[in-house]
């Protein structure tokens, strides 16, 4: 599979690019992002050129590039494992089709995203109605990332075939990518907005689309917590996580994706520390809605960590404390 830089956005590496200088390519990513907002392409451009020049690809690219032609260290908690080659053993990956869970309206949840925060009082702010309209740039250009990686115009889209390198089906990317599964991880009720969800024969695999470079111990947790949800339903013994950054420089010049591969077995050290931290942060979280004064009082314990806060989420937590408004007010579901 030889990928190169699409005619038309060059921050698009495209598997069928090289044809276009002799036919048009019908339902491409060409067309599709033809589609978007222009808010949407400037935001990746500005983001681009802000990061410095990076690739995105389509989710298949990403599959067919890491099953047939890459081989990456895989991870464990206790360092590495082995090649993902090895690890594979001549299995290999597979689209699992997955039906989307909605969860219950009135249960109160803890989001998989929300682990990247070390503040209760962040992890509820992305749970509720945005008081004020907050101009995000950075959630701009993740939407936009994920909707060209993760979604397509119709089910006819051309980049499905590329499974088909793999001895696969054209299998359009609504069937196991951008799912949101509900379920209960250690009776906690929890909800999981998946990237794209595959298997390797009998193994649960996770990709999880990031803007940063690096995959932090939370990261793992996230995508584990996606990855313990998603096995409520579907029965796996162990998991294989997937991240994958957009911002990769070789000797100042951009490079394609690099992978970040965690082994994780279900009955992991990892796996029961974060069943005891989603356990901790749904209880605190309620108590904190519940209790304006036990509110107020965390609040001014967190202070001096709030310049790790994202921007948005530091501008809407102030608005909320300056104007004594109540969180409950602005959840859709009951504490």
């Known amino acids: 599979m030889k ?32 589609s978007f907002d222009e808010d949407e392409v400037s935001t990746l451009v500005r983001d681009a050129r802000k990061r410095g020049l990076y690739y995105l690809m389509g989710i298949e690219a990403h599959v067919v590039r890491l099953d047939k032609y890459l081989d990456r260290d895989v991870y464990d908690e206790d360092g590495r494992v082995a090649s993902f080659r090895l690890q594979k053993n001549g299995r290999h990956l597979k689209p699992l089709e997955l039906e989307t869970r909605t969860r219950r309206q009135e249960d109160y949840y803890i989001r ?11 992890r509820i702010i992305s749970k509720i109605r945005k008081p004020i309209k907050v101009r995000d740039e950075l959630s701009l250009a993740g939407t936009a990332l994920h909707k060209v990686c993760n979604q397509q115009p119709n089910d006819s889209y051309v980049h499905n075939k590329t499974l088909e390198e793999l001895g696969l089906n054209a299998i ?44 932090r111990r939370q990261h793992v947790k996230q995508i584990l917590l996606y990855a313990e949800a998603i096995n409520k339903h579907k029965k796996f013994e162990d ?34 520390e974060l069943k005891e931290e989603i356990s901790s942060s749904f209880y605190l979280q309620r108590r904190l809605l519940k209790n304006r004064d ?22 809407i937590c102030d608005y909320m404390f300056d104007n004594r408004l109540d969180f409950k007010d602005f959840l859709d579901v009951r504490i």
Do not use: M
Not at 112 to 122: M, N, Q, T, V, Y
Not at 199 to 204: A, I, K, V
Not at 307 to 314: A, F, I, L, S
């Open 3 to 34: 990928l190169d830089s699409c005619p038309n956005f060059s921050f698009y590496r495209c598997e069928f690019a090289l044809s276009c200088g002799h036919e048009k390519i019908e339902n491409c990513a060409t067309d599709f992002l033809n």
């Open 112 to 122: 998989g995203s929300e682990l990247l925060s070390d503040c209760e009082i962040a």
């Open 294 to 315: 036990y509110l107020n009082a965390y609040k001014q314990e967190q202070w001096k960590r709030c310049t790790r806060c994202y921007p948005t989420t530091r501008t």
């Open 172 to 215: 359009p990317r609504s069937k196991y990518c951008e799912k949101e599964v509900f379920s209960f991880v250690n009776d906690i009720p929890v909800l999981a907005h998946v990237d794209a969800v595959l298997t390797l024969d009998g193994s649960l695999v996770v990709f999880d689309l990031k803007r940063a470079a690096q995959t």
């Open 239 to 272: 998991y294989f996580l997937v991240t994958i950054p957009h911002a990769n420089f070789i000797f100042g010049k951009p490079a394609n994706p690099r992978y970040t591969i965690v082994y994780i077995d279900k009955n992991s050290r990892i796996a029961s």
